[in-house]
């Protein structure tokens, strides 16, 4: 009887790193794909370039973006959301020469969510007017009124000592379907739907160029939690439908 002879302990050995190496490659590109498909779908990642959203986000925090929600569920009066720039609301950023290892490498980063180059970008505002809402700016006491009533805006409004007002330019805006008026927190330094109503899309942010509503502060460490809607300043807004009926 012929007797069957072990592998040699080396070959075996090779065979298993082999083996280990193929489940690692696996499992890491599985990662990759599920982070990818996240990311895409459901959830993205921003960096605040700017101070226009203080004391609500403060420059260089990270955030997480919803994708998916307001796509069943749609947007209410005081989300914050990310969009992409109407047209003319930022101005034209030339971007420096960098190394391809350290393009690759963002890139790299931004599939799995780690990195956001397309911060500059997007702008993040918070909404103030729905399709078909009547935004006026401002009453005797300063305040913003949304289909004729009264928003009391003092729990997230950062505004110049001495300013009562929610706004220094005066407004009266109808807003159009499938569109948005948006404001800054940091009213009197915020480039918002005020300030660009001499583009082409008079202000308004189109509902197809929002990413989504951002949710979560993710770092700083410190700042670590959820974004604030404040939605219950607008809680006593009538739908605009019931604002015009007799």
Request: proline share 9%; hydrophobic share 40%.
């Amino acid at each position: 009887m012929t007797e069957t002879q072990d592998p040699p302990p080396t070959r075996s050995r090779r065979r298993s790193a082999l083996a280990l190496a193929r489940d690692v490659v696996i499992i890491v590109l599985i990662a990759v794909l599920v982070s990818f498909l996240v990311k895409t779908f459901l959830v993205r990642s921003f960096y605040i370039p700017s101070g226009s959203m203080e004391n609500t986000l403060l420059i260089n925090d990270r955030i997480l973006v919803d994708e998916i929600t307001p796509r069943f569920g749609g947007y209410e009066r005081g989300d914050v959301v990310v969009f992409r720039d109407p047209g003319g609301w930022l101005a034209p950023t030339p971007q420096p020469d960098r190394p391809p290892v350290l393009e690759a490498w963002e890139w790299a980063l931004s599939l799995v969510g780690l990195a956001a180059p397309d911060s500059d970008d997007h702008l993040i505002k918070r909404i103030v007017g729905l399709p078909g809402d009547h935004v006026v700016c401002c009453n005797a006491l300063g305040q913003i009124t949304v289909n004729g009533a009264p928003i009391d805006e003092s729990s997230y409004l950062v505004m110049p000592v001495g300013e009562t007002a929610a706004s220094a330019d005066a407004f009266d805006v109808v807003v159009p379907e499938d569109s948005l008026w948006v404001l800054g927190d940091n009213r009197y330094r915020s480039k918002d739907s005020r300030y660009n109503q001499d583009q082409p899309g008079r202000g308004f942010v189109p509902i197809d160029n929002v990413v989504g509503r951002a949710f979560l502060i993710t770092y700083p460490f410190d700042r670590l939690g959820g974004i604030d809607f404040h939605h219950d300043v607008f809680a006593g807004v009538p739908e605009a439908a019931e604002a015009d009926a007799p």
